[in-house]
């Protein structure tokens, strides 16, 4: 990696020794179907978070300003939008967040969640905000 640019020429990994990639999630839609805004002005910040869910836990309703997209390693989490769209994530599963809409999330399983999340932003721009009922 140089500059925090990673080139990759799949096409030519062809040997048992090579490095291989493959594409975990690519979209122009959050989970929902709806598609996703434009970034916003200003200076980019890339931001990557380890979420931890206990099991049982819940995580308070809560939107992104931002585009934001995450691996689930470990667990099993479920999702709720306010509008009652649902979304199951298990190990491996990738998430494209919504942007803008409130949204939860719930731990029902009996192993600590773990989810990777990468966010698009500004500098100066929250992860997220918290629900105020």
């Not at 969640?113 to 629900?131: D, M, N």
Request: proline share 7%; hydrophobic share 40%; no cysteine.
């Amino acid at each position: 990696m140089l500059g925090g640019v990673a080139s990759a020429a799949p096409e030519l990994a062809n040997t048992t020794n090579s490095v291989s990639f493959s594409v975990v999630t690519k979209s122009t839609k959050s989970w929902n179907g709806d598609l996703l805004p434009s970034y916003p002005e200003g200076q980019p910040e890339v931001t990557i978070l380890k979420v931890v869910v206990p099991a049982g836990a819940s995580v308070t309703a809560h939107k992104h300003p931002m585009i934001n997209a995450g691996v689930m390693l470990k667990g099993n989490l479920t999702v709720t939008s306010e509008q009652g769209e649902v979304l199951k994530l298990a190990p491996g599963d990738a998430i494209v967040e919504l942007v803008d809409k409130w949204h939860e999330g719930k731990n029902n399983g009996d192993e600590p969640v773990e989810i990777l999340v990468f966010y698009a932003g500004v500098v100066g721009q929250p992860l997220s905000i918290k629900h105020t009922h």
